[in-house]
């Protein structure tokens, strides 16, 4: 930001910044957060990234001024624990509601106590108490990967058909990352259509903590909106910013339904 003046840094600054973010700056040597941003919050990893350069570029112009003013090596940091949106908390229910009572009534009742058993094992660990929710999808995807790839289509399928009836979309993908956007369950999305196939890219996946990507709300919702499709869910790759994958549409042979490893 060469040229532009501490009020024009300062205002490009605040334009990054989203209070309900959950990514912000410290400095990489003493853990603190410095001036100007101190108590600034940004939406996603690379608008934080940006916001450092811009936080740099204030305090090297500020130093033109103060050469006693210490330097800053701004970095990037996430805060795992903000907590999810009422919406959001309220999706997670509901469809881990519509899943139990697939399996409770399809006589996968082994299957559901497990899930109950990871969930609660789980759950001791987690201090904050509203990302529970969460949780119980994660912990829903591990235990339902132990089934068949068919028997995954199956309780899947089943579960999409106890919610809602979803608002008219021009495909199930755009009509599932344009939902996932707004209840916050992803921060942004791109993607694009390949023959048979969408090459996908989302960013700030709020399920997606470990090596596996939990693929499960994916499913489900495509089902949701397109009953007579048989996805599957394929070539999970994980970058800086979050996950890329493939999703076939009325694949052969459904897989990846609940989770893909990376």
């Not at 990507?213 to 489900?220: D, H, R």
């Amino acid at each position: 930001m060469s040229g532009s003046t501490l009020a024009d840094i300062r205002r490009h600054l605040e334009s990054l910044s989203d209070p309900k973010g959950r990514y912000y700056l410290v400095c990489a040597r003493t853990g603190e957060r410095p001036f100007p941003a101190d108590g600034l919050r940004f939406a996603t990893r690379k608008t934080a990234a940006e916001a450092a350069d811009a936080a740099a570029a204030y305090r090297a112009e500020l130093r033109r001024w103060d050469e006693l003013l210490p330097p800053r090596d701004f970095v990037v940091c996430e805060d795992p624990y903000l907590s999810p949106s009422a919406d959001l908390v309220d999706f997670c229910h509901e469809v881990a509601g519509a899943v139990f009572e697939t399996l409770s009534t399809r006589g996968y009742a082994d299957i559901e106590n497990a899930v109950i058993d990871t969930y609660l094992e789980a759950a001791e660990r987690v201090e904050d108490r509203d990302r529970l929710c969460l949780l119980l999808l994660e912990c829903m995807a591990q235990e339902l990967a132990t089934l068949s790839a068919d028997e995954q289509a199956t309780v899947l399928r089943a579960a999409s058909e106890r919610l809602s009836e979803p608002a008219a979309a021009l495909d199930p993908i755009s009509g599932t990352l344009d939902r996932f956007t707004r209840l916050t369950l992803i921060e942004g999305y791109e993607y694009r259509r390949e023959d048979d196939a969408w090459q996908v890219a989302v960013d700030g996946y709020e399920l997606a903590d470990g090596e596996a990507l939990p693929t499960l709300p994916f499913a489900v919702e495509y089902f949701r909106r397109n009953p007579e499709g048989t996805p599957a869910i394929r070539a999970a790759e994980r970058d800086e910013d979050g996950w890329r994958f493939r999703v076939v549409d009325d694949a052969s042979a459904p897989d990846g339904l609940v989770q893909v490893g990376a």
